[in-house]
Each structure stands twice: as structure tokens, then as C-alpha cells.
């Protein structure tokens, strides 16, 4: 897997700075953050090495942080959120990080599994989906969750079954976690590769980073690793997420799935409708899901391919903003 940030995709001459302060915390630490920020973009132009100034981030829910930054240092700001404002150039980092791996094409082939929902970081909205599972006793599919997640900033995740706090419901579902793939102290966990566990499984349920609608859409590997790997999906993310893929190209099978969930305003409802749509997909007799599976394999195929752009190309975008 790639990381931009860590790989030639920027000219020589440009210095490039992620949004990632080690030991920070986000919530009450933002004047602190904008220190750091500041130090290190004085440090580089004080170098002499460098013409451009480029700071990178997902802006994934702390975009009031970036923009103070942005808007008293003369610097250029990339993100993979879409549509989030004029200032943010758009930049898809996420389907280059998933093109670095080539998957197994899709095949006709039934997947052993009828879905998944792989987690990374055990999320409020997260939690509130696999309640949600969990209460429509969903069989059919498997459950991924990281026992123990201690991220690159120091934060530390408590376990899924303190987060969960029905106790009996929370031991009903647990019998369906398969053995997770836990992550390394301290790393990130995103580029975890995970194609051949994905041939057996039919639908992903991405839960996706965020899950309000400030700052634009984004779609982050976690959505771009099932449309590579020729998965079907559902999508708990930002109200409108669906839609955005669709316009965008990609075919979200909505001949055989209910994404009406992409219009609800109310996080909660929204994982309970998708929960509800899985499991009427996990019901549908042999027959029935097979067909699904056939009827949708152009379209997998379809998503595999589509933007499948090389590094090459991804190198020429960016140099273009300079």
C-alpha cells in the first residue's frame, strides 16, 4: 500500500506537512495543534529548500483546526473530502493508496460469507450499527473488530465490549466476530491489506469515518478497498455518500439494494435502516442471492477498473498545482 506523503508524488521542491501531531488531543488541545502547525512550516521555509508549501489532510472532522492554520500562512491545502471548499484542492488519496495493491479480478464464484463489517476504529456510529445487528440477530456474515487500538497520537480505543454496554447483546454478537486482525501500537491500521479475505465475502458494510455532513463528503479507503476488491456495499457515513459514488461513476447495485438510508438526516436511523436492508438480503433464499451475485457482476467488475488511474498519473495531477 501507498501513502503520498511518503512517496515521490510531490516535486522536490515542495514540502509537504499531514495534519497528524503525535501525543495530541484534537478536542481541547487546537491551540497547541496551530503552534505545531506553524513551527514546522517555519522551519522548512527557513531551509531554503523549498518554493511550494503544501499541508495534506483527510480533514476529516477537524477542518475549523486547518483552515485557522490555512488562512494565516500562505500554503496550499489538499484533501480527500469532496466538494469541501474553494481553499481545498481535491486530491482522491485514498483510491491511490487501494490501486497499489492489485486485487483478484471478482468472479461469478458465491462467496462463502453473504456480508461483512470490518472495523478499525470502534466509533460511536460504529458501535451503534453493530447494536443494530445485533438486535435483528443478522446471520450470514462475519465481524471484524481490533481487540486492542492504540493510534499514532497516543489515543487508545476501549474495548468493543465496554463500548457496547448490553451485556447479553454484546455476547449474542460476539459469537459472529471472527479473529480480527489486530493493529500494531501506534499505526494507523488503514493499510491493512485485506483482498483475499474480501473474496469471500459478498457485501461490505463500511461504517465510514464521519458521519455528519460538514466539510464536504468523505469516502475514505475504507469505501474505495470494497469497490476495488468487486464488493457490493452499504455505506453508514455522511448523509448523501451513495449518491456522491453514483455521480461520480461508480455503480452502486441499487437494483438490488435499498440505499433509501442516504437520504436520512439522523445517524441513528440510518444505521437502523441499513441494518434492516441487510437483513433482508441475509434472508433471501440461495436462489435469489445467486442471481443478485450474477446480475451484478458487470458492475463489479465495472468498479474495479474504473479510475483505475497509475502512480504516473496521480504524480502528474499534483505536480499541476504547482
Known amino acids: 500500500m501507498i501513502d503520498i506523503r511518503r512517496e515521490k508524488m510531490f516535486p522536490d521542491d515542495v514540502f509537504v506537512m499531514d495534519h497528524l501531531v503525535p501525543n495530541i488531543n484534537y478536542k481541547h488541545d487546537t491551540k497547541k495543534i496551530k503552534k505545531v502547525y506553524e513551527k514546522k512550516l517555519r522551519k522548512a521555509r527557513k531551509s531554503g529548500l523549498y518554493k511550494n508549501y503544501v499541508f495534506y489532510s483527510a480533514t476529516d472532522g477537524w477542518h475549523d483546526?486547518?483552515?485557522?492554520?490555512?488562512?494565516?500562512n500562505d500554503i496550499i491545502a489538499i484533501t480527500g473530502n469532496y466538494k469541501h471548499s474553494t481553499k481545498w484542492?481535491?486530491?482522491?488519496?485514498?483510491q491511490v493508496v487501494v490501486d497499489a495493491t492489485d486485487p483478484l479480478p471478482t468472479t461469478k464464484e458465491i462467496p462463502d460469507f453473504?456480508?461483512?463489517?470490518?472495523?478499525r476504529r470502534p466509533r460511536p456510529h460504529r458501535i451503534e450499527l453493530l447494536q443494530q445487528i445485533a438486535k435483528l440477530n443478522i446471520s450470514g456474515g462475519d465481524i471484524i473488530f481490533p481487540t486492542h487500538l492504540v493510534e499514532p497520537s497516543g489515543l487508545t480505543f476501549p474495548p468493543?465490549?465496554?463500548?457496547?454496554?448490553?451485556k447479553k447483546l454484546y455476547k449474542k454478537i460476539s459469537k459472529q466476530f471472527n479473529p480480527p486482525i489486530d493493529i500494531a501500537k501506534g499505526k494507523n491500521g488503514a493499510y491493512v491489506a485485506s483482498y483475499e479475505a474480501r473474496q469471500d465475502r459478498a457485501i461490505d458494510v463500511v461504517a465510514e469515518t464521519m458521519c455528519n455532513s460538514n466539510g464536504g463528503i468523505f469516502l475514505s479507503e475504507k469505501t474505495?478497498?470494497?469497490?476495488?476488491?468487486?464488493?457490493?456495499?452499504?455505506?453508514?457515513?455522511?448523509?448523501?455518500?451513495?449518491?456522491?459514488?453514483?455521480d461520480y461513476g461508480y455503480k452502486v447495485f441499487d437494483k438490488w439494494l435499498d440505499h433509501s438510508y442516504d437520504c436520512e438526516d439522523d445517524t441513528g436511523?440510518?444505521?437502523?435502516?441499513?441494518?434492516?436492508?441487510?437483513?433482508?438480503?441475509?434472508?433471501?433464499?440461495?436462489n435469489e442471492f445467486n442471481r443478485m451475485w450474477h446480475d451484478t457482476y458487470e458492475d463489479r467488475l465495472h468498479n474495479q477498473l474504473y479510475k483505475n488511474y497509475k502512480l504516473d498519473y496521480w504524480k502528474k495531477y499534483l505536480k499541476s498545482f504547482f
Open 160 to 166: 468493543t465490549q465496554e463500548l457496547f454496554s448490553d
Open 65 to 72: 483546526i486547518f483552515d485557522s492554520f490555512l488562512n494565516s
Open 224 to 246: 474505495f478497498k470494497a469497490l476495488r476488491a468487486g464488493q457490493l456495499f452499504f455505506i453508514l457515513g455522511q448523509k448523501g455518500s451513495i449518491k456522491e459514488l453514483q
Open 89 to 94: 484542492r481535491w486530491f482522491p488519496h485514498w
Open 269 to 286: 436511523k440510518r444505521a437502523e435502516m441499513i441494518a434492516s436492508e441487510l437483513k433482508r438480503i441475509s434472508q433471501l433464499n440461495n
Open 114 to 119: 453473504r456480508w461483512q463489517y470490518w472495523v
